[in-house]
């Protein structure tokens, strides 16, 4: 089925794979033009080739989210192609190595920092001077937190530290962009199917030191979701969103 046509464009960090990807080709459906940000071009442009079939807009954009260059150069491109920017989805993150929490090193805590929080404040910068700027004024920024920032996993230090940073993020940003009608929501997941989670088939450690296979959910069902926030009007807002597989070990004891 064809696309609606073209009536808000969006922009993606980590667009090129997983949630990112799925949240892409959700909004394309539902009539965005996209603008796919990530470290690698070869995925985008699989992504965007992917987005045209639907018959909606697509530009990729190779850009480290964690240099303020490269997310400044991002944010101009994205003005000069389309004119305006209506949604930012902060969806970009890594990981660091599961190891004792002594044991990761300095340079693994900046790259997880960098990657989530840095980079999803760099891109709320220029999602703010574009939105605060443009007619009509305002728009949407979607974060995507996780479980993690509320039960962590063992040996996640750094990324439970980011994400729990991210839900600040996103209340102030929401609180800040009040004003100027930008509206700014999260998307907590838990278990969404991609390469980043496929280790979960096998098992993983949990809390009280076993190892257990977790059950997992179509990354596709995250993508519906950042697309039904998205699509809010802006005088409505989800300010936060549980998304995750029924049956995985994050509400009550196991």
């Known amino acids: 089925m064809m696309a609606r046509s073209v009536e808000k464009v969006a922009l993606i960090t980590g667009g090129g794979t997983g949630i990112g990807k799925a949240a892409a080709l959700a909004l394309a459906r539902s009539g965005h033009a996209v603008v796919l940000a990530g470290r690698r071009l070869e995925p985008l442009d699989v992504a965007a080739n992917e987005i045209e079939a639907l018959g909606a807009k697509a ?12 997310v400044e150069e991002l944010f101009a ?5 389309f004119g305006r920017l209506d949604l930012l989805f902060n969806n970009a993150g890594v990981g660091a190595p599961p190891v004792a929490l002594e044991e990761i090193t300095f340079a693994q805590w900046q790259a997880v920092i960098s990657a989530i929080l840095t980079g999803a404040f760099l891109c709320t ?9 443009q007619a009509p004024q305002g728009g949407r920024i979607i974060n995507n937190g996780s479980v993690s920032a509320y039960t962590p996993r063992p040996n996640s230090a750094p990324y439970t530290a980011a994400k ?48 257990a296979v977790e059950p997992l959910m179509d990354v596709d069902d995250v993508g519906r979701a950042v697309a039904y926030m998205a699509d809010l009007p802006l005088q409505s807002n989800v300010l936060s969103m549980t998304v995750m597989a029924t049956q995985m070990p994050f509400v009550g004891r196991g």
Do not use: W, Y
Not at 59 to 70: Q, R, S
Not at 77 to 81: A, F, H, V
């Open 59 to 70: 530009l990729p954009v190779p850009t480290d989210i964690g240099v303020a260059e490269a």
């Open 77 to 81: 491109k994205t003005k000069d192609t």
């Open 125 to 133: 910068q220029g999602a703010f001077k574009i939105m605060k700027a």
């Open 164 to 211: 729990h940073a991210i839900s600040g993020l996103t209340k102030s940003t929401a609180l800040d962009g009040r004003p100027f009608n930008i509206a700014c929501g999260q998307v907590d997941i838990g278990n969404a199917a991609t390469e980043l989670t496929a280790g979960m088939a096998s098992g993983v450690p949990q809390a009280d030191g076993r190892v």
